[in-house]
């Protein structure tokens, strides 16, 4: 709880251990502190052995962050729609976790993200039509989940887009002819 002290903290990088969060708190609530550290650019704390979820306070972190890595590391529970505030995040990457629920459409304010990764989890419902406003997404990887309906025919106009990952999912649409005017994908 006291890493929010290191207020010139520009990188934390503890991914790859066997770190565990207190099996009395709910929430990841190491990560609430980091708010007081202005200058962080990227938290990376994936493969690592969390049992929580992500707290609502996620969207009070630093506005200079770019990066945001929780991969496999045992997050559950749904996506908090407070993540939407981080609108300088360049890559999010959430696979291979627990999360439920349907994908937030806050995620659509993330205008500087490059890369969205939320794949292998267990999320279902539609895909938020909010993410044609993602105007720099390079990569979308949301397979392995249990998406449903439709897929947004304003992907089409994502022109920076290369990489879009939905396998094993419930899409239950065609393929939006939209997809074909992006002559790079």
């Not at 290191?6 to 990188?11: A, G, H, K, S, V």
């Not at 806050?106 to 039509?129: C, E, F, S, W, Y």
């Not at 290369?162 to 997809?179: A, G």
């Amino acid at each position: 709880m006291t890493l929010g002290n290191l207020r010139d903290l520009e990188i934390l990088h503890l991914a790859y251990n066997p770190l565990t969060n207190d099996p009395s708190m709910l929430e990841l609530d190491f990560l609430i502190p980091l708010k007081n550290c202005r200058q962080l650019r990227i938290i990376r704390i994936g493969n690592n052995s969390f049992d929580g979820m992500l707290p609502k306070a996620i969207g009070n972190l630093s506005s200079s962050l770019e990066t945001f890595y929780a991969y496999y590391c045992g997050i559950k529970g749904m996506i908090p729609n407070e993540i939407g505030n981080m609108t300088n995040l360049i890559a999010l990457d959430l696979g291979g976790n627990e999360l439920i629920g349907t994908i937030p459409h806050t995620l659509g304010q993330l205008r500087m993200a490059q890369v969205l990764q939320i794949d292998g989890n267990k999320l279902q419902g539609p895909i938020p039509v909010t993410f044609c406003n993602l105007t720099n997404l390079y990569v979308l990887k949301l397979k392995e989940n249990n998406l449903s309906e439709q897929i947004p025919s304003c992907f089409g106009n994502l022109t920076s887009l290369r990489e879009i990952h939905l396998s094993y999912n419930s899409l239950t649409s065609i393929i939006p002819s939209t997809l074909w005017t992006n002559k790079d994908v």
